[in-house]
């Protein structure tokens, strides 16, 4: 079976603080696709970023930089330099081949993240 | 182009009432899911479609859930004898390939079973 775990239900920072945002995974499947998403107050999911499991490179985009860690089944999250409209709940996700041939996605409990102007 | 739609937005019903939610996914993506948003559950997948038919179905939390898919394009998700507990955000995604490609998700119908 397939689990996603992200440790931190709600982070508060200070506007242009860092932060750092946890996922440890759980798969036996051998390739998988990792995600993130950001659900803003209007609550629709939003694709940040896919990574898949061969491929370990850092990524970053703009404020935005993801680190993929196969030996720690680990896939974080970092916001440099927060800003207000950062302030979202995000959503680690798995993707893999279950049972009945689906790529349904496993989705952690989400991280409330608050950034206080 | 045009995302995953969604409609209706909100669905208020009573208690044993059968609902219907329609999601009409993006133009030629073949894999289509149903997820539900709920406080104490979390994101919880339900049902995929791989064209019109669904392999995946394990999800469904009872038999007075169903869903079809018509045309490969338009899906619908039919909760029959509603209950309290069907209360939930459900929420439509697709995705042009099923396993390869990033699944888009609609904006979600909130259901309130009253």
């Known amino acids: 079976a397939q689990k996603v775990t992200q440790a931190q239900t709600e982070i508060s920072v200070v506007e242009k603080e860092d932060v750092t945002l946890d996922c440890v995974y759980e798969?036996?499947?051998?390739?998988?696709?990792l995600f993130w998403y950001k659900q803003p107050p209007s609550g629709e999911l939003v694709f940040l970023i896919r990574?898949?499991?061969?491929?370990?490179q850092n990524e970053i985009s703009g404020r935005y930089s993801w680190n993929f860690q196969k030996s720690t089944s680990s896939f974080n999250f970092t916001i440099t330099a927060s800003q207000v409209v950062d302030s979202a709940v995000y959503f680690c996700?798995?993707?893999?081949?279950?049972?009945?041939?689906?790529?349904?996605?496993?989705f952690g409990k989400g991280t409330k993240l608050s950034v206080i102007p | 182009g045009a995302g995953v739609s969604q409609s209706p937005s909100n669905k208020v019903t009573e208690k044993g009432k059968d609902v219907e939610l329609r999601c009409d996914p993006i133009?030629?993506?073949?894999?289509l899911y149903w997820y539900r948003q709920s406080l104490g559950q979390g994101l919880e997948f339900l049902i995929y479609?791989?064209?019109?038919?669904?392999?995946?179905k394990s999800g469904l939390p009872s038999d007075r859930f169903s869903a079809e898919r018509t045309g490969g394009s338009v899906s619908t998700l039919t909760i029959q004898r509603t209950q309290q507990e069907d209360s939930a955000v459900y929420l439509c995604?697709?995705?042009?390939?099923?396993?390869?490609?990033?699944?888009?998700f609609g904006p979600g119908t909130r259901l309130t079973v009253l």
């Open positions: 995604a697709s995705s042009l390939d099923p396993f390869t490609d990033t699944q888009y």
């Open positions: 798969t036996r499947d051998t390739t998988y696709y």
């Open positions: 990574r898949n499991s061969f491929d370990e």
């Open positions: 996700a798995l993707s893999g081949i279950s049972g009945a041939g689906s790529y349904q996605l496993t």
């Open positions: 133009s030629g993506h073949t894999a």
């Open positions: 479609f791989q064209g019109n038919s669904a392999p995946d």
